[in-house]
């Protein structure tokens, strides 16, 4: 039981991570992030790339709720969007918690 807790809060972990990339990206940029690529520079196809790995999750379960009110997509749309976006959310949380960790062992 304590198993599932730990991934739980790991995936929560993860998500608020996302979210909160997510609303710094659009505070600066006055623009939602999106899964799309400045391929114009390395430089910028670095970022665009490591933007969408730490915000992913944030912007599936966007898409899902949105293209669920307004589109009308079927529930399974949701449910498999929601899926995909908490594994996602595990991994990059399981990247946040190891640099938080780190962090503290350092201090």
């Given at each position: 039981?304590?198993?599932l807790?730990?991934?739980?809060?790991?995936?929560?972990?993860?998500?608020?991570?996302?979210?909160?990339?997510?609303?710094?990206?659009?505070l600066?940029?006055?623009?939602?992030?999106?899964?799309?690529?400045?391929?114009d520079?390395?430089?910028?196809?670095i970022?665009?790339?490591?933007?969408?790995l730490?915000?992913?999750?944030?912007?599936?379960?966007?898409?899902?709720?949105?293209?669920?009110?307004?589109?009308g997509?079927?529930?399974?749309?949701?449910?498999?969007?929601?899926?995909?976006?908490?594994?996602?959310?595990?991994f990059?949380?399981?990247?946040?918690?190891?640099?938080?960790?780190?962090?503290?062992?350092?201090i």
């Amino acid at each position: 039981m304590a198993d599932l807790g730990l991934v739980f809060f790991v995936a929560c972990a993860g998500f608020a991570a996302a979210g909160l990339i997510a609303s710094l990206y659009q505070l600066v940029t006055s623009q939602p992030p999106r899964f799309n690529f400045d391929v114009d520079t390395v430089v910028g196809t670095i970022g665009s790339v490591a933007l969408c790995l730490i915000t992913g999750p944030f912007i599936i379960m966007r898409n899902a709720i949105r293209g669920r009110r307004i589109e009308g997509r079927p529930l399974g749309w949701l449910v498999a969007s929601s899926t995909i976006a908490g594994m996602w959310s595990m991994f990059s949380g399981l990247f946040v918690v190891h640099i938080a960790v780190s962090i503290a062992k350092t201090i």
